[in-house]
């Protein structure tokens, strides 16, 4: 059964950095979209960024463009996020996902899109101004 378990939440102040993990297991890790949603309070799930585990190739949100970065150590089957120059609208329940292996169709994976996959339990993210 694949699980991904992410971390790493917590309260920040404008300006400062976090880092979040997603630890995956029971999937290869190898064709599949990972990446981040989040959801702010009354609004709707949205993506932030996304990668595919066989290129690395990431996608981003406009609006964290330049402030987010997602890496992954297959090795390790995790997912990063690290989040600097963090804002008050960053406020938001965070979600890890990974989709199911994808065939090698690597133009699935996109942060517009939900592919069929699992979702992490949610780590909390408060930034205060």
């Known amino acids: 059964q694949v699980r991904p378990a992410d971390s790493g939440g917590g309260s920040a102040q404008a300006g400062e950095s976090l880092r979040l993990s997603c630890v995956v297991s029971g999937n290869t890790f190898t064709d599949s979209c990972v990446g981040w949603f989040r959801q702010p309070p009354g609004k709707e799930r949205e993506g932030v960024a996304v990668a595919y585990t066989g290129t690395g190739t990431a996608y981003y949100a406009d609006s964290v463009k330049g402030r987010f970065t997602i890496s992954q150590d297959n090795a390790k089957n995790t997912v990063y996020l690290q989040m600097n120059s963090l804002k008050p609208e960053d406020t938001a329940m965070y979600y890890c996902?990974?989709?199911?292996?994808?065939?090698?169709?690597?133009?699935?994976?996109?942060?517009?899109?939900?592919?069929?996959?699992?979702w992490g339990q949610g780590t909390q993210v408060t930034v205060s101004s």
């Open positions: 996902r990974i989709s199911v292996p994808l065939g090698g169709k690597s133009t699935k994976c996109r942060v517009e899109v939900i592919n069929a996959g699992y």
